[in-house]
């Protein structure tokens, strides 16, 4: 699998993804919100785009697709609840379905409700150094999780996680659909102070050129990513302070929802 982040030059710090077969260069597009960006960088790589993909139905995901498809005839795949919120659908994609890139890439639509409920991840589980890899939307980014705002529901995303995202294997690859983490990270850090991977990797965005991309890993979103953290003493302390209607061992739904809610407001 080859795959291109780029990131969009916007307020909400999106990203969208080239994902091309190394044999074909045949390629799906994720999210080609700046549709003359994805185009571009299609063509500079020499990869054709085949497939549009929409990981969920909020504007800032789909707002490149009529152009993408007009220059390139590329087919639409969606949620399959969302085909009567996206227009023009082709393919609607339940748990499990495939949608195949060329010879060799093969992406596994999840389920993943929570942001929305038209919400879906693609896994990526093939054989080379980029595998297992998931391009995860708006359900989780680096050190943080979506939100609930527009069309979700916090239970919802706390099941999504405890059902499937936090079963994944730790060396599964993140490509998320907006660069968040120098905020998420210090939101960790409000809610654990002592958590030394975070204070390490936020030094370490802060060094970054503007140019580079973090690709986390789901071992290091146990590390960082408060969410993850649902057993944390230090955490659960923090909330008990804000929260003293928690019980002393609430458990891990009670906490993630918590720092929903509080992240919501911070």
């Known amino acids: 699998m080859l795959v291109e982040q780029i990131a969009v030059n916007n307020s909400l710090r999106n990203y969208m993804y080239l994902v ?23 063509k500079e790589l020499g990869w054709h785009i ?56 093969e992406l596994i639509a999840l389920d993943t409700p929570g942001h929305t409920f038209c919400h879906t991840c693609l896994y990526y589980m093939g054989n080379d150094e980029l595998a297992p890899a998931l391009f995860c939307g708006d359900t989780l980014f680096n050190a943080g999780v979506g939100n609930c705002h527009n069309g979700g529901n916090p239970q919802t995303m706390y099941q999504t996680f405890a059902r499937q995202i936090f079963l994944l294997p730790d060396e599964t690859k993140i490509y998320p659909g907006h660069d968040y983490i120098e905020n998420n990270l210090l ?74 809610e509080l992240r919501n407001h911070w």
Request: aromatic share 6%; with cysteine; proline share 5%.
């Open 50 to 105: 085949r497939g549009v993909i929409n990981t969920h139905e909020h504007h800032d995901h789909i707002g490149g697709n009529e152009p993408v498809i007009s220059a390139t005839g590329a087919t639409l795949y969606a949620h399959e609840n969302a085909t009567d919120k996206i227009a023009n659908v082709d393919v609607g994609l339940r748990a499990g379905d495939s949608v195949n890139v060329g010879t060799s890439v």
């Open 20 to 42: 091309a077969c190394p044999e074909t260069r045949e390629a799906v597009a994720i999210d080609p919100l700046d549709h003359q960006l994805a185009l571009k960088r299609a």
């Open 187 to 260: 939101f960790t850090l409000d809610r654990e102070p002592n958590n030394a991977a975070a204070t390490s990797l936020l030094a370490a965005v802060r060094q970054w050129p503007g140019e580079k991309h973090f690709i986390s890993n789901i071992a290091m979103e146990r590390l960082v990513n408060t969410f993850f953290r649902l057993d944390s003493e230090e955490i659960i302390a923090m909330l008990r302070e804000r929260f003293p209607e928690l019980s002393a061992e609430p458990n891990a739904e009670t906490v993630f929802l918590k720092l929903r």
